[in-house]
């Protein structure tokens, strides 16, 4: 029986999916992030940057700490509090 870890619950990014990743030569976070679209959901990588980056280590063989976070980035256009909000004031 199989056993799927996943690393990232928004996006369904796998333990599996990081490892693959990496294999083809994705072997930094930013990389992987980019490939297997981690990091990119509701949360924004509040929840799974830590394990993914412990994993692209040991997939890679590198130590944990020469991992660096992906790069934030804001919305393109600001986005007003009320229509996160759901207020039909306009």
Same mark, same amino acid.
């Given at each position: 029986? @199989?056993?799927?870890?996943?690393? #990232?619950? #928004? $996006?369904? *990014? /796998?333990?599996? +999916?990081?490892?693959?990743? *990496?294999?083809?030569?994705?072997?930094?976070? !930013? !990389?992987?992030?980019?490939? /297997?679209? =981690?990091?990119?959901?509701? #949360?924004?990588?509040?929840? #799974?940057?830590? !394990?993914?980056?412990? &994993?692209?280590?040991?997939?890679?063989?590198?130590?944990?700490? +020469?991992? /660096?976070? =992906?790069? &934030?980035?804001?919305?393109?256009?600001?986005? $007003?509090? &009320?229509?996160?909000?759901? @207020?039909?004031? $306009?």
């Amino acid at each position: 029986m @199989s056993r799927k870890v996943i690393l #990232c619950r #928004c $996006e369904d *990014v /796998t333990l599996a +999916d990081v490892q693959h990743a *990496v294999k083809l030569g994705h072997a930094d976070v !930013e !990389e992987v992030k980019r490939y /297997t679209g =981690f990091g990119t959901g509701p #949360c924004q990588g509040k929840e #799974c940057l830590r !394990e993914v980056a412990r &994993a692209v280590a040991a997939a890679a063989g590198r130590p944990p700490g +020469d991992m /660096t976070p =992906f790069t &934030a980035r804001p919305p393109l256009v600001p986005t $007003e509090l &009320a229509m996160l909000a759901g @207020s039909d004031t $306009e």
